[in-house]
């Protein structure tokens, strides 16, 4: 049986340790401009659904090329919304934003 190599989460493994996670996002719903910001070497680059102009298969393009570097890929979901979340989270990224969180006391 082959290993199973899974990517590291490069920005929470830097925040873990205490260290300042570096990001960049990006929201033209251009392929080329995530690949531009995934090479510049940050910890992460965020995929803007709630405002960029992504739908769920640039989204999964985008989260390829952002695979290609070194770099963790995130994503802005575009709701708080459980259906939302849920189906970002099976295209691929490794962290999330999440809009209009209220917190309660």
Sequence with gaps: ?????????????????????????????????????????FDFVSVDNQHGAWDELSTMQAFRSIALYDTTPMAR????????IGRMLDIG???????????RI
């Design 1 to 41: 049986m082959e290993d199973i190599i899974m990517k590291k989460n490069k920005a929470k493994e830097k925040m873990l340790r205490g260290e300042i996670a570096i990001g960049g996002e990006v929201n033209l719903g251009s392929i080329l401009s995530v690949e531009n910001v995934a090479s510049m070497g």
């Design 77 to 84: 979901v575009r709701s708080n919304d459980y259906g939302a």
């Design 93 to 103: 990224p490794l962290g999330l934003v999440i809009p209009m969180v209220q917190y």
